[in-house]
Nanobody
């Protein structure tokens, strides 16, 4: 099996920063794309940022210039550095990874989510 475990969420004032981490573990052969999604109350889950195994990243327009996604392939870990946080960034943040297990096709896995709350 594969597990994705997020950490780093919490409560922060507007203008502050947080860094999320997501570590993948289990019977992993390789990981393709990794990403962060978020879901605010009453809203659909949306892509925040994604990064390929080669390090190419893309971002939602709402976070460009404020958030940075990175990954450590040796540690099977993806990070999301969030700066200049706004109240509208408040949501549960989920990690997502396209994982290839030994002898199996790749498939997407999700973490359990971590709450980020930005106070005004």
């Amino acid at each position: 099996q594969v597990q994705l475990v997020e950490s780093g969420g919490g409560l922060v004032q507007a203008g502050g920063s947080l860094r999320l981490s997501c570590a993948a573990s289990g019977s992993i052969f390789s990981i393709n794309d990794m990403g962060w999604y978020r879901q605010a109350p009453g809203k659909q889950r949306e892509l925040v940022a994604a990064i390929t195994s080669g390090g190419s990243a893309n971002y939602a327009d709402s976070v460009k210039g404020r958030f940075t996604i990175s990954r450590d392939n040796a540690k099977n870990t993806v990070y999301l550095q969030m700066n200049s946080l706004k109240p509208e960034d408040t949501a549960v943040y989920y990690c997502n990874a396209d994982v290839k297990r030994y002898f199996l096709r790749s498939q997407y896995y999700w973490g359990q989510g971590t709450q980020v709350t930005v106070s005004s």
